[in-house]
């Protein structure tokens, strides 16, 4: 499930360079998302912007490690993680599961 097109990410994000920004913060709030399509979407926007991407991913159905790790496959360069069990609602990738 993708709730943005990648065309609108890619515009906003080519937008906030222009402005100033180095860095996308591609997010998952809902913890939908799969690996497989984030790889892609990752993947695209990296080719489309140049910027580096960190990634914010959820773990409401136990994909948050999956997800950052295909954006880090697909080139992501950072992730928000959780610290001993600290992080956001339903929890972000936990920084042991991340690696270093």
């Not at 609108?8 to 906030?16: Q, T, Y």
């Not at 920004?21 to 979407?41: H, N, Q, S």
């Not at 880090?72 to 972000?92: C, I, M, S, Y």
Request: hydrophobic letters at 45%; glycine letters at 12%.
């Amino acid at each position: 499930m993708v709730r943005s097109h990648i065309e609108k990410i890619g515009g906003f994000a080519l937008a906030a360079r222009e402005a100033g920004a180095d860095r996308l913060r591609y997010c998952d709030t809902i913890g939908v998302m799969e690996p497989f399509k984030t790889y892609e979407i990752v993947s695209a926007l990296i080719k489309e912007t140049g910027m580096d991407v960190e990634m914010h991913t959820h773990n409401d159905f136990g994909m948050a490690t999956a997800t950052a790790l295909a954006g880090v496959k697909a080139g992501a360069r950072f992730v928000g993680v959780t610290v001993n069990e600290l992080g956001e609602r339903a929890g972000n990738a936990a920084l042991e599961e991340v690696g270093p």
